[in-house]
């Protein structure tokens, strides 16, 4: 027998033969205690786990220009919406949130300029829908940011510039 065969009947009682010999008993693992898949029914959720009332599917509900800030206009607000820019914002909006982030400036059209009037004249809950919900190719930030951060960031777009302060009041 030369050596080629004999390397391919070693070869083949490898692969063939010796898996099954040396591997898992698979018939024998369902069969353990531990392991009963679906003998169980799942026990009923927790209703404060899962929200039911509120969340997305009010928000996608709602119309935006009844949304109220329930955060005051404080440093502290202010200062939790920086933290909130920061974090999820300013790769896109830079870090004058003038639009010109570097992570923006790879897409078309480029991030808004958030102290543009366009924006500040905006009420607070049209802000908070956007920031959430997403918009164009403004992603929806609902599963990574929380609504009280949301609201904050809302709060510090607000501070940028006095108008949209003012503009604020107005529709209060």
């Avoid at 063939?16 to 003998?39: H, K, S």
């Avoid at 404080?74 to 896109?92: D, S, V």
């Avoid at 366009?118 to 009420?123: D, T």
């Avoid at 190719?137 to 949301?150: F, G, I, K, N, W």
Wanted: glycine content about 8%; overall charge neutral; hydrophobic content about 35%.
């Amino acid at each position: 027998m030369t050596s080629r065969i004999r390397i391919a009947i070693w070869f083949s009682f490898a692969v063939l033969i010796f898996p099954p010999i040396a591997g898992c008993d698979y018939a024998r693992m369902r069969n353990q205690e531990d392991v009963r898949t679906y003998e169980k029914e799942v026990p009923a959720m927790d209703t404060r786990v899962i929200p039911s009332h509120g969340g997305y599917n009010i928000l996608i509900n709602a119309d935006p220009a009844d949304l109220k800030n329930p955060l005051p206009l404080t440093p502290e607000t202010i200062h939790r919406g920086w933290l909130t820019y920061a974090y999820f914002c300013m790769q896109c909006h830079g870090p004058y949130s003038d639009g010109n982030g570097t992570v923006g400036q790879s897409f078309a059209p480029l991030p808004s300029n958030l102290k543009d009037p366009a924006v500040q004249e905006q009420s607070d809950g049209e802000l908070y829908s956007k920031i959430l919900l997403g918009f164009g190719r403004h992603p929806a930030l609902y599963t990574t940011v929380s609504e009280q951060d949301a609201w904050a960031a809302v709060n510090y777009i607000r501070s940028l510039n006095t108008q949209g302060a003012r503009a604020r009041e107005r529709k209060g």
